[in-house]
């Protein structure tokens, strides 16, 4: 559920990320100001990787928390444990955040159970404290102490969706897949591939985009591509790599499938 990575120094260490537009400035006044911050945007599209390479650029540690469908407000702050006989606290991947510095990140917050919100809220004004009803404890969230959330607005329904009251407390940044000469840079700094070939899956997932909504709920991510180039960087045949990387991911529906692949055969000739 939850991946730490300790404080970081060396810029050798900060994962690549290609800015499209003023977004790292945005997340530097953020944690400069002590202000929550909110990414918007479909899955795939570089948050994650965004938050990573922000966490690191700043030297600050991460904890990041898929959240789920029984993901609980406990999961987060931490909970009582049996250990050799005795009951100890174990702080949970917020808790530890707050305690200690650095930047929880919670991705795709909606899909968690609402006890969550609960707890964050008091993270996002400017009070800036973390209770913990189980400890008797009111933890003060130092200055690099830093909160981050994110979600998917295009699986939102009426089941599953950030209340307004949660929404305006955040900062909130929405983001895309890149233009395509940006994607192009990123696909091939990650995998390897020669950059024309990469601009030509770039191209290929324009036309993928635009089925969104019609043959396939969602258009091929920027991941996939990364992991189609690099399947034929390291030497697969391309017909096989853009099926297993992308259009077996995108679809289950047979038809669906074989007009994927003729609009491959259409772009590749």
Known sequence: MTVSAKKIGAKASIPFYQPVSDECDVFEQAFKLNLPLLLKGPTG????????????????????????????????????????????????????????????????????????????????????????????????????????????????????????????????????????????????NESGLDGDKCAQLVRLAAKLRALKGQDIEEGVSTRLLVYCATLIANGMDLDRAIEVAIIEPLADDRDVKAGLKDLVQAIYG
């Not at 707050?98 to 707890?119: H, I, P, Q, S």
């Not at 404890?137 to 959330?149: G, H, N, Q």
């Not at 209340?163 to 900062?171: A, E, M």
Request: aromatic share 6%; glycine share 6%.
């Open 45 to 188: 599209c570089g948050k994650t990787r965004f938050v990573s390479h922000m966490s690191a650029r700043l030297g600050l540690s991460l904890n990041t928390v898929s959240c789920h469908d029984d993901l609980a407000a406990a999961d987060l702050t931490g909970r009582f444990l049996l250990k050799g006989g005795e009951t100890v606290w174990a702080d949970g991947p917020l808790t530890d955040s707050v305690r200690n510095g650095g930047v929880c990140y919670l991705d795709e917050v909606v899909e968690a159970r609402k006890d969550v919100t609960v707890v964050i809220h008091p993270l996002t004004d400017d009070r800036r404290i973390l209770p913990l009803d189980r400890t008797g404890e009111l933890i003060e969230a130092p200055d690099d102490f830093m909160l981050v959330v994110s979600y998917n607005p295009g699986y939102q329904n009426i089941l599953k969706s950030l209340k307004p009251s949660t929404r305006q407390r955040f900062l909130a940044l929405e983001f895309d897949f890149p233009p395509a000469q940006t994607e192009t840079v990123i696909v091939a």
